[in-house]
């Protein structure tokens, strides 16, 4: 028997607008293998640095990290949220890459910041995943290849959405 999704129907306001878009008037598209050693995040802000750019859309293959730390997202029927995250799970051992897809933006603190959603093969051979802590994860073993899309003129920020009552990265024109 196939399960159905289950669809969640946030208790917020709806926005009327609800697909926002803004055309970005150049993008730049770059390969950039992250270092082993590094912090995820700080490899992925680094690259978008270099290139003078803020913002940008980024595919990883090809990989291994440390310390893989990730959560999924659970119902939360008893609150406001429809949706919450389940407590965040860690790995143990060294976790292979399988796919992973990250956007760089700007946090509500005005500081970069990284959203980030991937698969990985545990150490015991288990394909693992959800929302990753880049922050909290180190590539190791070999550099991790990732493909950019940056933007100018365009950007992302970090802004409470009066819907799913949590802040979520928006596109905003600069």
Request: proline residues 6%.
């Amino acid at each position: 028997m196939i399960q159905r999704p289950v669809i969640y129907k946030h208790q917020g306001k709806v926005d009327e607008k609800r697909v926002v878009s803004v055309l970005s008037p150049q993008s730049i598209t770059f390969r950039h293998e992250l270092v082993p050693g590094a912090v995820l995040a700080d490899e992925l802000v680094m690259a978008c640095q270099r290139r003078g750019v803020n913002s940008a859309a980024i595919s990883l293959v090809d990989g291994y990290f440390e310390g893989f730390e990730y959560c999924l997202a659970s119902q939360n029927p008893d609150r406001k949220n429809k949706i919450t995250y389940m407590p965040p799970i860690k790995e143990t051992g060294i976790a292979m890459l399988i796919t992973a897809n990250a956007t760089v933006g700007i946090g509500e603190d005005g500081e970069p910041l990284v959203h980030c959603h991937g698969l990985v093969t545990s150490n015991a051979g288990v394909p693992v995943g959800g929302h990753i802590f880049a922050n909290k994860i180190k590539i190791c073993r070999q550099p991790v290849m990732a493909f950019f899309t940056g933007f100018t003129g365009i950007g992302f920020t970090q802004q409470y959405d009066f819907e799913v009552t949590q802040a979520i990265f928006k596109p905003v024109r600069y």
